[in-house]
């Protein structure tokens, strides 16, 4: 189990996708700092800093991210807009 998978199921069991149905394990890393359940942004430590661009703008769906094209060579660019919310 992937870390944003196992945080995933941990958020499911505390309701914080009530009324949404989806697959953890469908959702990568970047998925998962897309959702629309964050409150703010704040970097605890280090020196680093990511630029999350994307961060906090897709409110979680039913069947979210499950019909995404994953086999090579014919990947899907996930940011063109009209499919950006369905895949």
């Known amino acids: 189990m992937v870390c944003n998978v196992f945080i995933c199921r941990l958020y ?3 309701k ?3 009324n949404v149905n989806f697959n953890c394990s469908e959702l ?3 998925d998962f700092t897309e959702l629309n359940i964050y409150s703010g942004y704040n970097q605890i ?4 800093k990511i ?3 994307k961060y906090n703008r ?3 769906f ?3 991210r499950i019909s995404c094209p994953s086999i090579s060579p014919n990947f899907t660019n ?3 807009i009209s499919i950006y919310n369905s895949c």
């Open 78 to 80: 996930r940011n063109n």
């Open 28 to 30: 990568t890393p970047f």
């Open 45 to 48: 430590l280090g020196n680093y």
């Open 12 to 14: 499911k069991e505390a």
């Open 58 to 60: 897709v409110t979680p």
């Open 16 to 18: 914080l996708f009530e």
């Open 51 to 53: 630029n999350m661009t």
């Open 62 to 64: 039913n069947n979210m």
